[in-house]
């Protein structure tokens, strides 16, 4: 049985508020991290289509998932360092 002298109550619009900023700052994170996943995997698929098209087994995979990560890590560090003003 709730208490009659309890002012604590839920406030959805307070609390959706709160959720809309940490959304808000949480997206550039968001964006490097996707940036990082879809590099690695569109660049190691590219190495794959030219090793089958060139017949080098594992050196176009092995450069496009090296690029990839390189470029990966490199888009989530300039967004870290660029949120430290």
Excluded: C
């Excluded at 879809?38 to 030219?50: D, E, F, P």
């Amino acid at each position: 049985m709730p208490e009659s002298g309890n002012t604590s109550k839920f406030n959805p619009a307070k609390s959706f508020i709160y959720f809309q900023k940490i959304v808000q700052k949480s997206g550039p994170a968001a964006s490097a991290s996707y940036m990082l996943v879809a590099s690695v995997l569109i660049l190691t698929l590219l190495g794959w289509y030219v090793d089958n098209v060139k017949e080098t087994s594992p050196v176009g995979v092995l450069l496009g998932l090296g690029l990839g990560l390189l470029l990966g890590f490199y888009h989530l560090a300039r967004t870290i360092w660029s949120g430290k003003k």
